[in-house]
Nanobody
Framework: QVQLVESGGGLVQAGGSLRLSCAAS????????MGWFRQPPGKEREWVAG????????DSEDSVKGRFTFSRDNAKNMVYLQMNSLKPEDTADYYC????????????????????WGQGTQVTVSS
């Protein structure tokens, strides 16, 4: 079992920055595929950034590329999402997600692939 707890959301003006953190439990955290998703009001949950494969390089969705950076610290069982140059359209609930590398299809962008989710943290960007 893996438990995920996000923190770091809040209200920020356009152009500002936030860093989201996700604390994970579990002895095999380093082998898990991790990702950040977001769900804007009234819309479906979408992948934002993460790794495509356990131990793989990080990647991010095109609309946040160059602004958001995913990172993980396996020694601390933490993942982060550094968000810079925030825009009003980044307003959403942000979720940390994890899954085991076993039987993983590689669909890192599909919320259904992930077994474990945090409770979410709200990010609001004002114009």
């Amino acid at each position: 079992q893996v438990q995920l707890v996000e923190s770091g959301g809040g209200l920020v003006q356009a152009g500002g920055s936030l860093r989201l953190s996700c604390a994970a439990s579990g002895r095999t955290f380093s082998s898990y595929v991790m990702g950040w998703f977001r769900q804007p009001p009234g819309k479906e949950r979408e992948w934002v950034a993460g790794v495509r494969w356990s131990g793989g390089t990080t990647d991010s969705e095109d609309s946040v590329k160059g602004r958001f950076t995913f990172s993980r610290d396996n020694a601390k069982n933490m993942v982060y999402l550094q968000m810079n140059s925030l825009k009003p359209e980044d307003t959403a609930d942000y979720y940390c997600a994890a899954r085991s590398h076993k039987y993983y299809s590689g669909r890192y962008y599909d919320p259904k692939e992930y077994s474990y989710w945090g409770q979410g943290t709200q990010v609001t960007v004002s114009s």
